[in-house]
């Protein structure tokens, strides 16, 4: 069992910035399918931003040209840089990581989730 652990969130103004990590437990899932996901109480998880094994790069519409998802393989840690953050980002933001992809975004086999870490943007 592969243990991700998300750290960065908190509560910012609009227009802020904010960096979550996410740190994978065994190299093996640093090199495979890695994305962000987000999920507010009323809605279900949504894709934020995928990294697919070959280095690809995929963002949802709502956040791109604003977020930035990146990954060390040697920290074994990934990455999202938000910018110019928005009240509608406010959400918890997940991590997952997978050997597959589907798409862009680590597919459900063997998937593993982070534990989750608020963001909260004020308007």
């Known amino acids: 069992q592969v243990q991700l652990v998300e750290s960065g969130g908190g509560s910012v103004q609009a227009g802020g910035s904010l960096r979550l990590s996410c740190a994978a437990d065994?190299?093996?899932?640093?090199?495979?399918?890695m994305g962000w996901y987000r999920q507010v109480p009323t809605k279900g998880r949504e894709e934020v931003a995928g990294?697919?094994?070959?280095?690809?790069?995929n963002y949802a519409a709502s956040v791109a040209g604003r977020f930035t998802i990146s990954r060390d393989n040697v920290k074994a840690t990934l990455y999202l840089q938000m910018n110019n953050l928005k009240p509608e980002d406010t959400a918890m933001y997940y991590c997952?990581?997978?050997?597959?992809?589907?798409?862009?975004?680590?597919?459900?086999?063997?998937?593993?989730w982070g534990q989750g870490t608020q963001v909260t943007v004020s308007s």
């Open positions: 997952a990581a997978s050997p597959r992809c589907s798409g862009y975004y680590p597919s459900d086999y063997h998937r593993d």
């Open positions: 065994g190299v093996t899932y640093s090199r495979g399918c």
């Open positions: 990294i697919s094994l070959n280095g690809y790069i």
